[in-house]
């Protein structure tokens, strides 16, 4: 079945620094997805990217659709002890709307 | 509050017994969403309805586990007979449909059975 990859499993930064994270597939999406989520609570949405090299920020965020459709990335920049959580890349296939998730990053900054 | 909400927060069960978990959509949402998600994992697809019919089914969702949506509006998922490896967040999302389908989740039950 199609399967997102995250790597690497956590990530430790220092506030202020930039971070970047991937997300890949053997499979296309039409519809890439990042979300944050803190212990005990519902992912929440960071980005949705809908066409092909299309790159969209929110904030410090910001969030590219990769040209194959096969891959996404997600910035963080200026990070800031807030945005510690778990981020996860989603895609949709438009085959059907199920989300395919990948694993997730933990993100840890230090103060 | 206008986002997806979602009822109860927590629940520990015996194994053996049955559970029902609720979920409120965005209002004007026409599609709703269950996933299940396990420690260290990302969310994983159970079922989806578009108003009142039940579209697709994963897998996963054994005959232990029903979901509803009478009126188009709330849903709710069942679980018969709980085993421990029910365990997990169950997590309810909801979209407006259409090409972007842009999906935006509750904040999950966090279901134990002990």
């Known amino acids: 079945g199609q399967q997102l990859n995250q790597s690497p499993q956590s990530m430790f930064i220092q506030e202020g620094e930039d971070v970047s994270m991937n997300c890949t597939s053997s499979?296309?999406?039409?519809?890439w997805l990042w979300y944050k989520q803190e212990p005990g609570e519902g992912p929440v949405l960071l980005i949705a990217l809908y066409k092909a090299g299309e790159l969209t920020s929110n904030g410090r965020l910001t969030a590219q659709f990769g040209i194959t459709r096969k891959d996404s990335f997600l910035n963080i920049s200026a990070s800031i002890p807030s945005d510690v959580g778990i981020y996860f890349c989603?895609?949709?296939?438009?085959?059907?709307?199920?989300?395919?998730f990948g694993k997730g990053i933990t993100l840890s900054v230090r103060p | 509050d206008t986002g997806v909400s979602q009822n109860p927060r927590h629940k520990i069960t015996k194994r053996g017994q049955n559970v029902t978990f609720r979920c409120d959509p965005i209002s004007e949402h026409n599609r709703l969403y269950w996933y299940r998600q396990t420690l260290g994992q990302g969310p994983e697809f159970l079922t989806y309805f578009q108003n009142e019919a039940q579209l697709e089914k994963s897998r996963l969702l054994s005959d232990r586990f029903s979901a509803e949506r009478p009126k188009g509006s709330f849903s709710t998922l069942e679980i018969q007979r709980t085993e421990q490896g029910d365990s997990a967040m169950y997590l309810c999302a909801s979209s407006s449909g259409g090409t972007t389908d842009t999906q935006y989740f509750g904040p999950g039950t966090r279901l134990t059975v002990l």
């Open positions: 989603a895609g949709l296939s438009g085959a059907n709307s199920k989300l395919t």
């Open positions: 499979s296309i999406f039409n519809t």
